[in-house]
């Protein structure tokens, strides 16, 4: 069988963990959209690899998109969020507040 972990399993499996549990609670508000973003993808119960059809990209491409946000190392342009948004039937609302 094939013994490789999905993305989902393996953040189902971390979650489970109550100490990484509260790291990713805990994460800086920046995450909070990474956040945001996979609770909306499996809300609409979609893979990856159904996210990447929608986007018109590789599923691959869709995987990147999500650890370049939980690593922080590389910020997605706000194009690349909104496209992601609309491909889990969600709206990107960028604000700026003081």
Known sequence: GNT???HEELVATLLA???VKAE???LPPEFELLRMMLQA???AGLSQAD???RMGTKASA???LESALISGKHSP???TLRR???AVNRQLEVRLVG
Do not use: L
Request: aromatic content about 8%; charged content about 25%.
């Open 77 to 79: 342009s706000i194009h």
């Open 62 to 64: 869709v995987a990147r």
């Open 24 to 26: 990713y609670d805990a």
């Open 41 to 43: 993808r499996q809300a």
């Open 17 to 19: 963990d109550p100490e």
């Open 84 to 86: 992601y948004a609309r």
């Open 51 to 53: 996210v990447a059809a």
């Open 4 to 6: 490789m972990m999905t």
